[in-house]
T-cell receptor, first 112, second 116 residues
Framework: GQQLNQSPQSMFIQEGEDVSMNCTSS?????WLWYKQDPGEGPVLLIA?????ELTSNGRLTAQFGITRKDSFLNISASIPSDVGIYFC????????????FGTGTRLQVTL | NAGVMQNPRHLVRRRGQEARLRCSPM?????VYWYRQLPEEGLKFMVY????????ESGMPKERFSAEFPKEGPSILRIQQVVRGDSAAYFC??????????????FGPGTRLTVL
Protein backbone atom coordinates (compact mmCIF):
# COMPACT_ATOMS: atom_id res chain seq x y z
CA GLY A 1 0.00 0.00 0.00
CA GLN A 2 0.93 3.63 -0.14
CA GLN A 3 3.48 4.80 2.36
CA LEU A 4 4.74 8.27 3.12
CA ASN A 5 8.28 8.49 4.45
CA GLN A 6 9.41 11.64 6.21
CA SER A 7 12.91 12.80 6.89
CA PRO A 8 14.55 13.59 9.08
CA GLN A 9 12.86 11.47 11.71
CA SER A 10 13.81 14.01 14.37
CA MET A 11 15.88 17.12 14.62
CA PHE A 12 17.28 19.44 17.25
CA ILE A 13 17.78 23.00 16.18
CA GLN A 14 18.64 26.29 17.81
CA GLU A 15 16.08 29.03 18.13
CA GLY A 16 16.29 31.28 15.11
CA GLU A 17 17.49 28.62 12.69
CA ASP A 18 15.65 27.61 9.55
CA VAL A 19 14.24 24.09 9.27
CA SER A 20 13.68 21.87 6.26
CA MET A 21 11.89 18.55 6.15
CA ASN A 22 10.49 16.42 3.38
CA CYS A 23 7.99 13.72 2.62
CA THR A 24 8.32 11.14 -0.13
CA SER A 25 6.02 8.54 -1.56
CA SER A 26 6.37 5.58 -3.88
CA UNK A 27 3.18 6.65 -5.67
CA UNK A 28 1.64 9.86 -6.94
CA UNK A 29 -0.48 12.11 -4.76
CA UNK A 30 -2.81 14.82 -6.03
CA UNK A 31 -2.97 16.64 -2.71
CA TRP A 32 -0.43 17.20 0.03
CA LEU A 33 -1.37 18.35 3.51
CA TRP A 34 1.03 19.32 6.28
CA TYR A 35 -0.07 19.03 9.91
CA LYS A 36 1.57 19.80 13.26
CA GLN A 37 0.76 17.82 16.36
CA ASP A 38 1.54 18.99 19.88
CA PRO A 39 1.79 16.44 22.73
CA GLY A 40 -1.65 15.30 23.84
CA GLU A 41 -3.44 17.18 21.07
CA GLY A 42 -4.87 16.52 17.64
CA PRO A 43 -3.08 17.44 14.40
CA VAL A 44 -3.52 21.04 13.26
CA LEU A 45 -3.60 21.74 9.54
CA LEU A 46 -0.76 24.08 8.49
CA ILE A 47 -0.75 24.10 4.70
CA ALA A 48 -2.65 22.40 1.85
CA UNK A 49 -1.16 21.92 -1.63
CA UNK A 50 -3.10 20.96 -4.75
CA UNK A 51 -0.89 21.49 -7.82
CA UNK A 52 2.48 20.05 -8.80
CA UNK A 53 5.12 22.71 -8.34
CA GLU A 54 2.87 24.82 -6.11
CA LEU A 55 4.64 26.85 -3.43
CA THR A 56 2.46 28.07 -0.56
CA SER A 57 3.31 30.07 2.55
CA ASN A 58 1.63 30.45 5.92
CA GLY A 59 3.57 32.94 8.02
CA ARG A 60 7.04 31.50 8.63
CA LEU A 61 6.06 28.23 7.00
CA THR A 62 6.51 27.46 3.32
CA ALA A 63 5.57 24.19 1.64
CA GLN A 64 6.08 22.95 -1.88
CA PHE A 65 4.34 20.28 -3.93
CA GLY A 66 7.05 18.37 -5.79
CA ILE A 67 7.03 18.32 -9.59
CA THR A 68 6.97 14.52 -9.70
CA ARG A 69 3.90 14.51 -7.39
CA LYS A 70 5.76 11.99 -5.23
CA ASP A 71 7.21 14.40 -2.71
CA SER A 72 6.61 17.55 -0.74
CA PHE A 73 8.77 19.85 1.36
CA LEU A 74 8.12 21.99 4.40
CA ASN A 75 10.37 24.82 5.52
CA ILE A 76 10.15 26.81 8.73
CA SER A 77 12.11 30.03 8.92
CA ALA A 78 13.52 31.59 12.09
CA SER A 79 12.29 28.83 14.40
CA ILE A 80 10.86 29.69 17.82
CA PRO A 81 10.22 27.47 20.86
CA SER A 82 6.53 27.01 20.04
CA ASP A 83 7.52 25.29 16.78
CA VAL A 84 8.30 22.21 18.89
CA GLY A 85 6.11 19.28 17.95
CA ILE A 86 5.67 16.54 15.39
CA TYR A 87 5.10 17.49 11.77
CA PHE A 88 3.15 15.09 9.57
CA CYS A 89 2.59 15.12 5.86
CA UNK A 90 -0.62 13.50 4.63
CA UNK A 91 -2.36 12.80 1.37
CA UNK A 92 -5.48 11.10 0.03
CA UNK A 93 -5.11 7.35 -0.02
CA UNK A 94 -5.66 4.98 -2.89
CA UNK A 95 -7.22 7.50 -5.26
CA UNK A 96 -10.07 8.19 -2.86
CA UNK A 97 -9.98 11.73 -1.66
CA UNK A 98 -11.49 11.02 1.68
CA UNK A 99 -9.00 8.72 3.38
CA UNK A 100 -5.76 10.31 4.41
CA UNK A 101 -2.47 8.45 4.59
CA PHE A 102 -0.15 10.01 7.15
CA GLY A 103 3.61 10.12 7.02
CA THR A 104 5.94 8.78 9.66
CA GLY A 105 6.44 12.23 11.19
CA THR A 106 9.34 14.57 11.87
CA ARG A 107 9.85 15.47 15.52
CA LEU A 108 11.19 18.98 15.94
CA GLN A 109 12.87 20.13 19.12
CA VAL A 110 14.15 23.64 19.57
CA THR A 111 16.88 24.63 21.98
CA LEU A 112 17.17 28.17 23.25
CA ASN B 1 -16.60 29.16 15.69
CA ALA B 2 -16.08 25.91 17.57
CA GLY B 3 -13.75 23.34 16.12
CA VAL B 4 -14.17 19.58 16.16
CA MET B 5 -15.19 18.43 19.63
CA GLN B 6 -14.43 15.04 21.08
CA ASN B 7 -15.33 13.52 24.41
CA PRO B 8 -14.24 12.16 26.65
CA ARG B 9 -10.62 13.29 26.35
CA HIS B 10 -9.46 10.34 28.42
CA LEU B 11 -11.22 7.02 28.89
CA VAL B 12 -10.12 4.08 31.02
CA ARG B 13 -11.76 0.71 30.56
CA ARG B 14 -11.10 -2.80 31.84
CA ARG B 15 -10.74 -5.65 29.40
CA GLY B 16 -14.14 -6.83 28.19
CA GLN B 17 -15.93 -3.51 28.75
CA GLU B 18 -17.34 -1.25 26.06
CA ALA B 19 -15.87 2.08 25.01
CA ARG B 20 -17.95 4.84 23.41
CA LEU B 21 -16.17 7.78 21.83
CA ARG B 22 -18.09 10.84 20.66
CA CYS B 23 -17.32 13.40 17.99
CA SER B 24 -19.13 16.58 17.00
CA PRO B 25 -17.88 17.96 13.67
CA MET B 26 -17.22 21.59 12.92
CA UNK B 27 -20.32 23.64 12.23
CA UNK B 28 -21.45 23.12 8.67
CA UNK B 29 -19.33 20.00 8.11
CA UNK B 30 -21.17 16.83 7.19
CA UNK B 31 -18.19 14.53 6.57
CA VAL B 32 -16.65 12.75 9.56
CA TYR B 33 -13.58 10.55 9.73
CA TRP B 34 -12.09 8.46 12.52
CA TYR B 35 -8.38 7.71 12.85
CA ARG B 36 -6.34 5.75 15.38
CA GLN B 37 -2.83 6.66 16.54
CA LEU B 38 -0.49 4.38 18.42
CA PRO B 39 2.38 5.94 20.40
CA GLU B 40 5.19 7.28 18.22
CA GLU B 41 3.26 6.54 15.02
CA GLY B 42 1.23 8.46 12.47
CA LEU B 43 -2.54 8.36 12.27
CA LYS B 44 -4.25 5.42 10.58
CA PHE B 45 -7.61 5.80 8.84
CA MET B 46 -10.50 3.78 10.25
CA VAL B 47 -13.84 4.94 8.84
CA TYR B 48 -15.51 7.74 6.88
CA UNK B 49 -19.14 8.65 7.49
CA UNK B 50 -21.73 11.11 6.33
CA UNK B 51 -25.05 11.66 8.08
CA UNK B 52 -26.74 8.27 8.52
CA UNK B 53 -24.31 6.59 6.11
CA UNK B 54 -21.04 4.72 6.39
CA UNK B 55 -19.14 5.60 3.22
CA UNK B 56 -15.88 3.73 3.77
CA GLU B 57 -15.01 1.46 6.66
CA SER B 58 -12.02 -0.23 5.07
CA GLY B 59 -9.77 0.69 8.00
CA MET B 60 -12.05 -0.66 10.70
CA PRO B 61 -11.29 -3.99 12.38
CA LYS B 62 -13.92 -6.51 11.32
CA GLU B 63 -15.01 -7.36 14.83
CA ARG B 64 -15.91 -5.36 17.93
CA PHE B 65 -15.65 -1.94 16.23
CA SER B 66 -18.57 0.02 14.86
CA ALA B 67 -19.29 3.63 13.97
CA GLU B 68 -22.36 5.72 13.33
CA PHE B 69 -23.24 9.31 12.50
CA PRO B 70 -26.95 9.75 13.17
CA LYS B 71 -29.16 12.44 11.71
CA GLU B 72 -29.11 14.22 15.04
CA GLY B 73 -26.24 14.21 17.48
CA PRO B 74 -22.57 13.36 17.40
CA SER B 75 -20.75 10.60 15.59
CA ILE B 76 -20.01 7.62 17.82
CA LEU B 77 -17.14 5.16 17.60
CA ARG B 78 -17.98 2.08 19.63
CA ILE B 79 -15.55 -0.60 20.71
CA GLN B 80 -17.05 -3.67 22.31
CA GLN B 81 -15.20 -6.06 24.60
CA VAL B 82 -12.05 -3.95 24.62
CA VAL B 83 -8.63 -5.59 24.75
CA ARG B 84 -5.28 -4.09 25.74
CA GLY B 85 -4.32 -3.68 22.10
CA ASP B 86 -7.16 -1.19 21.68
CA SER B 87 -5.27 1.29 23.86
CA ALA B 88 -4.51 4.25 21.59
CA ALA B 89 -5.49 7.81 20.79
CA TYR B 90 -8.59 8.02 18.62
CA PHE B 91 -9.04 11.15 16.55
CA CYS B 92 -12.06 12.43 14.74
CA UNK B 93 -11.82 14.82 11.79
CA UNK B 94 -14.42 16.63 9.75
CA UNK B 95 -14.46 18.28 6.36
CA UNK B 96 -16.77 20.48 4.35
CA UNK B 97 -16.30 18.55 1.10
CA UNK B 98 -15.10 15.14 0.13
CA UNK B 99 -14.00 15.72 -3.46
CA UNK B 100 -10.51 15.59 -4.82
CA UNK B 101 -9.81 19.21 -3.98
CA UNK B 102 -10.36 21.41 -0.99
CA UNK B 103 -11.32 18.56 1.27
CA UNK B 104 -9.11 19.64 4.13
CA UNK B 105 -9.78 17.61 7.24
CA UNK B 106 -9.77 19.35 10.61
CA PHE B 107 -9.05 17.25 13.65
CA GLY B 108 -10.40 17.18 17.18
CA PRO B 109 -8.23 16.88 20.31
CA GLY B 110 -8.65 13.10 20.46
CA THR B 111 -9.77 10.55 23.02
CA ARG B 112 -7.03 8.63 24.74
CA LEU B 113 -8.27 5.15 25.53
CA THR B 114 -6.45 3.07 28.10
CA VAL B 115 -7.47 -0.55 28.59
CA LEU B 116 -6.38 -2.08 31.88
Amino acid sequence: GQQLNQSPQSMFIQEGEDVSMNCTSSSIFNTWLWYKQDPGEGPVLLIALYKAGELTSNGRLTAQFGITRKDSFLNISASIPSDVGIYFCAGPKGGTASKLTFGTGTRLQVTL
Amino acid sequence: NAGVMQNPRHLVRRRGQEARLRCSPMKGHSHVYWYRQLPEEGLKFMVYLQKENIIDESGMPKERFSAEFPKEGPSILRIQQVVRGDSAAYFCASSLNSGTYHNEQFFGPGTRLTVL
